[in-house]
């Protein structure tokens, strides 16, 4: 079969003239195997998901049912509570930002007229002031005109400290006003190189005045629509089971013409990330699974069947160990791991050091993640001018031991090692989820060599990443020695992802756990370097600040990287989604459709 036969076969698979399994054959007709020809499919699919995509249908609705798996259920859908992906994926599905970012890292405008420039004026000179242009003719799912006012509000609301907004970070520092019912000025105390920030992708959306304006501050968890949401999206909301099922139909008087496509949607959660991949894979239950953290093997096997498709986009996400250095379990002032005590073994630095020596990244990568992470050093590693060239990781277990033995810590007949009475052992928190179980094991296998042990703990997904307050076990509460996951990096610039290591953002009680800075650690140099990077306009030293403040964490090994992370979904064969590294999945869920 000639490069032309091919390339015509693989267009009508793509324009659904025939179907894959009809593809798959006519290779086999030919000597070419059934996993080759699908693993054909698959690259071709792959660049298919790294183009823009475009959207064909040309009137809205008719697309039947959307069904879309999430394997960590959704449990809330005000997105200034969300701290975990799943809960912003399911509330960007009513609500929507004045910009978000495409896969490519572009700024794409969505309740915004355009995105703000030099050129259009809405960039000024200085730094210091943005001017947004709304759309309209766009109307809340109540009917009610969404206007300027609404735009103020949210500000007012993120940034009012009694909400307790996931997404103060992005507002406490300027100020919004309104010029005229679709203009608004949002104005800096300095120059900000970094401006997408307030109103653009996870932090962004837009909240409608008349339904949460009596429910600002202290009263922010008392709002009817924190469950029952009014927005502007595509989607108007049907019913929601916290921990179970969301469901939307299509809003009829969506302010994109032709969209959406799907007449209901359904975000189904609970499970976990094999049987996800499994149900869009191999049986096609659901259209669209999100975050398959599992091994590369088993999705391979499963893409086999030419049912669905495996997506993997470039992004910033980060798969990291957190250290605990404050006293997990002691309770001060009615929360533990606070502030005002210290870790009786993690606090030394040298323990610490000794530890990121004991995990063999490189193993991690090849054996459990493929093509879903790249072993790293570095917190930050896209784009790649952000990434730092100075950490390194090494694997060294006899290097750990000599660590440890210079530093007094000495094996007791248990083969534990203590000090001053203090054991190295520890409680070590992650998800429910195979790759993550694996990396514990293996973790604790080269600990266990040099003394140290590790009491695995593991929590089931909806748990770990919920926003509920109440809950000792999310991983904001940080109520163990240490704890990894996944962290996303929003968007294409790493100033917000790196707010994680400020002082003013640490989790705790105050902040109801909602504060960026879960580690606690925190370093005078690097709130130094980030407030500087905050107002510094030349790229090239910007950059070099951030860089600093992300080295600072890492070098005190406190945070320690293990993977840069693909964002690795699954959709069925005739599925066109809009799949983004730097925004929730449902960022487009506007623009998908069914070919």
Same mark, same amino acid.
């Given at each position: 079969?000639?490069?032309?036969?091919?390339?015509?076969?693989?267009?009508? =698979?793509?324009?659904?003239? &025939?179907?894959?399994?009809?593809?798959?054959?006519?290779?086999?007709?030919?000597?070419?195997?059934?996993?080759?020809?699908?693993?054909?499919?698959?690259?071709?699919?792959?660049?298919?998901?790294?183009?823009?995509?475009?959207?064909?249908?040309?009137?809205?609705?008719? *697309?039947?049912?959307?069904?879309?798996?999430?394997?960590?259920?959704?449990? +809330?859908?005000?997105? @200034?509570?969300?701290?975990?992906?799943?809960?912003? %994926?399911?509330?960007?599905? $009513?609500?929507?930002?004045?910009?978000?970012?495409?896969?490519?890292?572009?700024?794409?405008?969505?309740?915004?007229?355009?995105?703000?420039?030099?050129?259009?004026?809405?960039?000024?000179?200085?730094?210091?002031?943005?001017?947004?242009? +709304?759309?309209?003719?766009?109307?809340?799912?109540?009917?009610?005109?969404? #206007?300027?006012?609404?735009?103020? $509000?949210?500000?007012?609301?993120?940034?009012?400290?009694? #909400?307790?907004?996931?997404?103060?970070?992005?507002?406490?520092?300027?100020?919004?006003?309104? =010029?005229?019912?679709?203009?608004?000025?949002?104005?800096?105390?300095?120059?900000?190189?970094?401006?997408?920030?307030?109103?653009?992708?996870?932090?962004?959306? &837009?909240?409608?005045?008349?339904?949460?304006?009596?429910?600002? *501050?202290?009263?922010?968890?008392?709002?009817? !629509?924190?469950?029952?949401?009014?927005?502007?999206?595509?989607?108007?909301?049907?019913?929601?089971?916290?921990?179970?099922?969301?469901?939307?139909?299509?809003?009829?008087?969506? @302010?994109?013409?032709?969209?959406? @496509? $799907?007449?209901?949607?359904?975000?189904?959660?609970?499970?976990?990330?094999?049987?996800?991949?499994?149900?869009?894979?191999?049986?096609?239950?659901?259209?669209?699974?999100?975050?398959?953290? =599992?091994?590369?093997?088993?999705?391979?096997?499963?893409?086999?069947?030419?049912?669905?498709?495996?997506?993997?986009?470039?992004?910033?996400? &980060?798969?990291?160990?957190?250290?605990?250095?404050?006293?997990?379990? #002691? /309770?001060?002032?009615?929360?533990?791991?606070?502030?005002?005590?210290?870790?009786?073994?993690?606090?030394?630095?040298?323990?610490?050091?000794?530890?990121?020596?004991? %995990?063999?990244?490189?193993? %991690?990568?090849?054996?459990?993640?493929?093509?879903?992470?790249?072993?790293?050093?570095?917190?930050?590693?896209?784009?790649?001018?952000?990434?730092?060239?100075? +950490?390194?990781?090494?694997?060294?277990?006899?290097?750990?031991?000599?660590?440890?033995?210079?530093?007094?810590?000495?094996? *007791?007949?248990?083969?534990?090692?203590?000090?001053?009475?203090?054991?190295?052992?520890?409680?070590?928190?992650?998800?429910?989820?195979?790759?993550?179980?694996?990396?514990?094991?293996? &973790?604790?296998?080269?600990?266990?060599?040099?003394?140290?042990?590790?009491? +695995?703990?593991? =929590?089931?997904?909806?748990?770990?990443?919920?926003?509920?307050? !109440?809950?000792?076990?999310?991983? #904001?509460?940080?109520?163990?020695?240490?704890?990894?996951?996944?962290?996303?990096?929003?968007?294409?610039?790493? /100033?917000?992802?790196?707010?994680? $290591?400020?002082?003013?953002?640490?989790?705790?009680?105050?902040?109801?756990?909602?504060?960026?800075?879960?580690?606690?650690?925190?370093?005078?140099?690097?709130?130094?370097?980030?407030?500087?990077?905050?107002?510094?306009?030349?790229?090239?030293?910007?950059?070099?600040?951030?860089?600093?403040?992300?080295?600072?964490?890492?070098?005190?090994?406190? %945070?320690?990287?293990?993977?840069?992370?693909?964002?690795?979904?699954?959709?069925?064969?005739?599925?066109?989604?809009?799949?983004? *590294?730097?925004?929730?999945?449902?960022?487009?869920?506007?623009?998908?459709?069914?070919?």
């Amino acid at each position: 079969m000639d490069e032309r036969t091919l390339s015509s076969l693989i267009e009508n =698979v793509k324009d659904g003239a &025939i179907s894959r399994r009809s593809f798959i054959r006519r290779l086999a007709a030919v000597g070419i195997t059934a996993p080759i020809a699908s693993q054909i499919l698959a690259w071709n699919d792959v660049a298919m998901a790294q183009a823009s995509l475009q959207y064909k249908p040309t009137k809205a609705g008719g *697309g039947g049912p959307l069904k879309i798996l999430l394997w960590q259920a959704p449990t +809330l859908l005000n997105p @200034h509570f969300a701290s975990g992906t799943k809960d912003q %994926i399911a509330g960007r599905i $009513f609500f929507e930002p004045l910009a978000g970012w495409d896969k490519d890292g572009n700024l794409t405008p969505q309740l915004a007229a355009e995105v703000p420039s030099r050129a259009n004026g809405g960039l000024s000179e200085d730094g210091k002031v943005v001017t947004w242009k +709304l759309k309209q003719g766009v109307k809340w799912h109540d009917g009610k005109p969404f #206007t300027a006012d609404d735009v103020v $509000f949210t500000w007012e609301y993120a940034a009012d400290p009694a #909400t307790a907004a996931y997404t103060t970070g992005s507002y406490t520092n300027i100020k919004v006003e309104k =010029v005229d019912d679709h203009t608004v000025k949002v104005i800096f105390k300095e120059p900000t190189p970094f401006w997408a920030d307030p109103f653009v992708g996870v932090v962004g959306q &837009i909240l409608p005045k008349h339904h949460f304006g009596d429910y600002k *501050g202290a009263k922010s968890r008392e709002a009817p !629509a924190n469950l029952k949401p009014v927005g502007t999206g595509p989607y108007k909301f049907v019913d929601f089971k916290p921990g179970d099922i969301l469901t939307g139909a299509r809003n009829e008087d969506y @302010h994109v013409k032709n969209q959406p @496509h $799907f007449d209901t949607i359904e975000v189904k959660g609970g499970g976990d990330a094999v049987s996800a991949a499994r149900a869009v894979l191999q049986t096609g239950e659901f259209d669209y699974a999100w975050n398959l953290q =599992v091994e590369d093997e088993v999705l391979k096997k499963m893409e086999t069947g030419g049912r669905g498709k495996v997506s993997a986009v470039a992004s910033g996400d &980060i798969e990291f160990i957190i250290l605990n250095t404050t006293d997990p379990w #002691t /309770e001060v002032d009615g929360e533990r791991s606070s502030v005002k005590t210290k870790h009786p073994t993690l606090s030394d630095p040298k323990v610490r050091e000794a530890i990121n020596l004991l %995990i063999d990244r490189d193993s %991690i990568q090849k054996f459990i993640y493929g093509r879903g992470g790249t072993a790293t050093a570095s917190f930050v590693n896209e784009p790649k001018q952000f990434k730092s060239q100075k +950490l390194k990781y090494e694997f060294n277990v006899d290097k750990a031991n000599k660590i440890l033995d210079d530093a007094g810590y000495k094996k *007791g007949s248990d083969g534990i090692r203590e000090k001053d009475g203090k054991k190295l052992k520890y409680v070590y928190q992650t998800s429910i989820n195979a790759p993550r179980q694996k990396t514990q094991a293996i &973790i604790k296998q080269a600990c266990q060599k040099v003394g140290i042990d590790l009491e +695995l703990k593991s =929590v089931t997904a909806s748990v770990f990443f919920s926003s509920d307050v !109440a809950n000792p076990d999310t991983y #904001t509460k940080l109520y163990v020695d240490m704890e990894m996951y996944t962290t996303t990096q929003p968007q294409p610039d790493p /100033e917000r992802f790196l707010n994680q $290591f400020v002082s003013w953002e640490i989790a705790n009680k105050e902040n109801k756990w909602l504060g960026r800075n879960v580690s606690r650690y925190s370093d005078p140099a690097a709130d130094e370097a980030y407030k500087a990077a905050q107002k510094e306009l030349d790229p090239a030293k910007r950059a070099a600040l951030l860089i600093k403040v992300n080295e600072i964490f890492c070098e005190a090994n406190v %945070i320690l990287p293990l993977l840069s992370r693909t964002r690795v979904a699954a959709s069925v064969t005739n599925l066109m989604h809009d799949h983004s *590294g730097w925004d929730v999945d449902t960022w487009n869920v506007a623009a998908w459709y069914r070919s």
